[in-house]
């Protein structure tokens, strides 16, 4: 893995952060992960939006660079580790700052770059998909109280990614978080989709879960397929029901849900296979890159 701070390339062993730095004491802090294709980050100009706007909620004073600035600097970086195309994490930090909690801005973050090779491809995973296994653990609150952030607070997606590992009935699963209410939210890395009789369905962003680069862009897809959408609030039962599932995010893209399993290990197969939609946007999304 390759390493920047403030746009200097360094070892992981020479990229250190001050122990006074608010993102490591406090967690005050933001990320984006996305991928490379052809050394063109995918989707650039929407990641760095959305790590702007976040820190503008945070009170983090960053700038933001230009799109030739990013795109140069992660080509110098897949450059520097050797590889064609790869995983990309944009961190802001807030920066050093005394210790207690301030009520003035943070003036100067830290801008840190990670670059790391992708995982291998699996065809297989596109074609036959992965089980979804529904959490106990329900998704936490909103950081700011008006949508959810992108930061450094990973406490409850680590510890739902610990329970997931405790279910030892189907390995490599994705997992589900419900809110304290009982609506579907988001996986541990992902947007949750599903399609039912036509209708392609998301859970809405009032439930908390994260206004994802890629969803976005397959809600975008989905229109320009004409395809009816839905952004709600539902239920375990009506995913229960579904005749396509599938989940996304940035490095993975779009990956067919093809098993549903509750804590129990009671489980629901609704399909063999990714299901038409799902291969009509795996498809579509596969032109874009």
């Known amino acids: 893995m390759i390493i920047s701070i403030n746009g200097s390339i360094l070892s992981e062993q020479e990229a250190v952060i001050p122990a006074t730095d608010h993102g490591f004491l406090y967690g005050m802090g933001l990320f984006e992960t996305f991928r490379t294709y ?42 520097c580790a050797g590889i064609a195309d790869g995983y990309v994490r944009w961190s802001v930090s807030a920066g050093t700052a005394p210790l207690g ?4 801005e943070y003036a100067e973050p830290l801008d840190i770059v990670y670059v790391k090779p992708l995982p ?40 739902g990614k610990r329970e997931l590992a ?30 039912k009789e036509g209708t ?14 890629t969803r976005a862009f397959v809600l975008q897809l989905a229109e320009q397929a004409r395809l009816a959408c839905s952004e709600h609030f539902y239920t375990w039962d009506e995913l229960m029901l579904a005749d396509e599932v599938f989940v996304t ?6 990956v067919p849900i ?32």
Not at 101 to 104: D, G, N, S, V
Not at 169 to 184: C, H, K, N, Y
């Open 249 to 254: 995010n940035s490095v993975q893209e779009i």
């Open 166 to 195: 405790s279910y030892e009935w189907l390995a490599g699963a994705e997992g589900l978080f419900l809110t304290p209410e009982g609506w579907l939210c988001e996986g541990l890395v992902s947007n949750l989709f599903f399609v």
């Open 38 to 79: 052809n050394g063109r980050p995918f989707l650039l100009e929407e990641h760095m939006a959305r790590l702007e706007s976040g820190c503008e909620e945070l009170g983090i004073r960053w700038r933001r660079p230009s799109h030739e600035q990013a795109v140069l600097h992660i080509q110098r970086m897949l450059e």
């Open 101 to 104: 909690l301030p009520l003035e």
């Open 120 to 159: 291998a491809p699996s065809e297989g995973l596109y074609r036959h998909g992965r089980a979804l296994q529904k959490l106990r653990l329900t998704r936490s609150g909103l950081e700011t109280g008006t949508f959810r952030l992108k930061s450094f607070h990973y406490m409850n997606n680590i510890m």
């Open 258 to 289: 093809t098993t549903l399993l509750d804590e129990t290990g009671l489980q629901k197969r609704i399909s063999a296979e990714a299901g038409p939609i799902t291969r009509q946007l795996i498809d579509l999304y596969r032109k874009f890159t």
């Open 200 to 213: 392609l369905c998301t859970p809405h962003l009032d439930t908390g879960a994260l206004p994802g680069i």
